[in-house]
């Protein structure tokens, strides 16, 4: 009763967020980098309004809609696999982990096939200014997606040797952060990208 | 002091001091030099000075690691060093060979040091802080490797820890990165290009690993907070130092002849290198806050906040000063560098060393935990002389280095550079006298080793 | 948990569901080639919403109290300004 009770708290009113506090502050110095990356993006934009406008035409945005929908969808599975493992469903958070992972693949084949058309027509960063932001920014974002997949792998690995219930569940909740850290900056990443003009 | 073999840090540990003290001289004197072009003429030209103070300083912290490595890893993995022996041969073999390329750099002309070590063979000769003849550099990568395969086997052997694999890494990275220094391509840019492999990758990426896992293994012993808080913000500091660290090399690629975006790269990530320095000061003041037991060893504990405070001022904010491109396009390798260099290297590298040697050397001369008031009263004396000194030093720099900047690089008529160094002439003789305090400081210091010896240790009260 | 659920889904499952909706909304956007100032502000604004739903309901921000509530708040706040600014001087230089 009283442990039901300590977990009721937890889910009404806390004070830090879900998982390590270590986890968060790492998010927070990652987020830094990506917002610096954005406005830099945005205020040379300013500069070469034209050249931006031409080459991001030449980007697929159908690819970066099924991205986007590979991430939030593959988001979406990791808060289901926080809910199953409060509700001790150690199998169940394996399974929705695992279809995460599984996702993040989708992301990363589709990227990957975006970069091999680019580098095909002899893209590379010094092509122009709005290249080099395109590749850099999403080359950064994908190798946090791949950082992001070791993590959540590492977590389901940790919950198939029983590591985790619905009494101690911060590991799934700090890898679940990150992730969704992962999530949050291609939401920003995309429009900001692939569409703003 | 738990392992016989640990002992033999103390060796790695006096012989930095003694090169410590090397440094501050030849540091003294070029810096006179700076305002008194002829001083010493001819008998020590300036970049003969400036050489031995910068090697002299380079590999101090490299001896300084190397006693740190010997001490911390047998007690990390609870087993005796694997090869005590090689330990003190190594030592014997660096020692003399820098006290020979220091010699050789005193008594002859660089060519003619550089035609007796033959380099003519493999030319590696030349380049700024990597000045040491070939076979001298061939010695070092000698020396690192029987060092890192008798620290790696010792942890092989023994318990394997977080702070352990990382000072390891940390080790290994700089062994690694050190081989850049043997390729020497004709192209300049290419040049820069790596040679900025060996120094950039070194102090602001595999040195600060080490620097985090001997904070850490210091932090451990004096407070008694649980390892596993400690090795937590270890893993997040680590991770964050090499994502800014590695990328933020560009920022030494502005202007040499690389690709533009450099540029971006290099100021973006570089920018972002004082947070992991932050980081690192939040993690100390929040362990000794947490502390659960009062160490009899004060001054280990304030060189280890010092260190925490002084590598974020010094390295990250310091640094962040003129990362930026467009600041840099004025500021670079004008005096704002050399305040930047002053700060950083003393608060990041020197400070940690003495962290360490504060910690051990007690426990490597035969007390129990700590050395008697009057000896740590004295150290702290030298811990404050030296830290002011060193602050008062880059502050005088950033001065000269802004009017610098001002007058010989912006507006409508710039002043030629030997007019502008007539200018800021006042700034250089602050640095100077602050310098002598720094001496005096770093005299007391060593001072503190030799009084009080007969004297107990102070009493703690113990905590709860 | 059972209460809060509406027509049986869940909380987190309608978010997702609007996720999908605005992520459409954006692509079409987009494909209609719809440009300036407006609608580029339109579509960063849907990301910033977007992106606060991420931290409240998925990251579980909005159950917590206290400074640590704000963080993703905050960090979609400053950059959307600065983006905002940009686009904006952008659309006045080129008018």
Known sequence: MAESAVVEQNDKERRYPPGDLAIWIFILAELSVFAVFFAAYAFTRLNHVELFNEYQQHLDRRSALINTLALITSSYFVVRAVAAIKADNAKGCIRWLLAAIGMGFVFLVVKSMEYAHHFSLGVNLSTNTFYMFYLSLTFFHFMHVMMGMIILAAVAFKAKQGAYSATEHTGVETGASYWHMVDLVWLILFPLVYVMR | ?464 | MEKQQKFGLRPCTWVYLVLVGLTFVTFFIGQMGLSGLKVALAVLFIALLKGQLVGDFFMGLRRVKGLWRWPVFIWLFIPGTLITTAFYLAARAST
Do not use: C
């Open chain 2, 1 to 464: 002091m738990k392992y016989k073999s640990q002992k033999v840090a103390r060796l790695y540990f006096i012989a930095a001091l003694v090169l410590f003290v090397a440094q501050i001289l030849f540091g003294l004197i070029m810096g006179l030099q700076y305002v008194m072009g002829d001083f010493l003429f001819p008998y020590m030209p300036f970049n003969v000075a400036r050489m031995v103070h910068t090697n002299a300083l380079i590999v101090w912290l490299l001896m300084a690691f190397m006693g740190a490595a010997y001490y911390l890893v047998p007690e990390e993995a609870e087993t005796e060093l694997a090869m005590p022996w090689l330990a003190t041969l190594m030592f014997w073999i660096f020692f003399l060979a820098a006290g020979a390329t220091v010699a050789g750099y005193l008594l002859l002309s660089y060519s003619d040091l550089a035609k007796l070590t033959m380099n003519d063979m493999l030319p590696t000769m030349g380049r700024e802080f990597l000045e040491q003849p070939t076979i001298t550099k061939l010695g070092i990568v000698v020396v690192a490797l029987a060092f890192l395969l008798n620290i790696g086997l010792t942890i092989l052997k023994g318990r394997k820890t977080v702070i352990n694999l990382v000072l390891l890494m940390g080790l290994t990275g700089l062994a690694v990165f050190f081989l850049f220094s043997f390729y020497n391509p004709t192209n300049v840019v290419l040049d820069k290009y790596y040679w900025w492999w060996v120094v950039h990758l070194w102090v602001e990426g595999v040195w600060e690993l080490i620097l985090g896992a001997i904070l850490a293994f210091v932090l451990i012993k004096t407070t008694g907070v649980d390892r596993e808080v400690i090795e937590k913000w270890l893993y997040i500091i680590i991770a964050m130092t090499l994502i800014t660290g590695i990328i933020g090399t560009g920022h030494h690629y502005y202007w040499i002849g690389t690709p533009e975006y450099w540029q971006w790269w290099g100021s973006i990530f570089s920018a972002m290198e004082p947070i992991p320095f932050f980081m690192m000061t939040v993690f100390a003041f929040n362990m000794v806050n947490k502390r659960r037991r009062n160490h009899p060893n004060k001054a280990a504990m304030l060189w280890a906040l010092g260190t925490a405070v002084m590598a974020f001022l010094g390295a990250g904010v310091w640094g962040f000063l003129h990362t930026l491109a467009p600041v840099n396009y004025y500021t670079h390798g004008s005096q704002i560098t050399a305040a930047h260099g002053h700060m950083a290297f003393y608060g990041a590298y020197v400070m940690i060393s003495l962290t360490i040697i504060s910690y051990a050397m007690p426990m490597l001369m035969g007390r129990t935990a700590a050395n008697s008031n009057r000896s740590q009263v004295r150290e702290m004396w030298g811990f404050w002389l030296m830290t002011i000194s060193i602050v008062f030093i880059t502050l005088f720099l950033t001065g000269a280095g802004v009017l610098q900047a001002f007058l010989q690089r912006m507006g409508e008529n710039p002043t030629p550079f030997m007019v502008v160094q007539d200018k800021i002439a006042l700034f250089y003789w602050l640095r100077e006298i602050t310098g002598v305090v720094f001496l005096i400081g770093l005299i007391v210091y060593l001072s503190s080793f030799f009084v009080g010896r007969n004297e107990p240790e102070p009493e703690v009260a113990v905590a709860e």
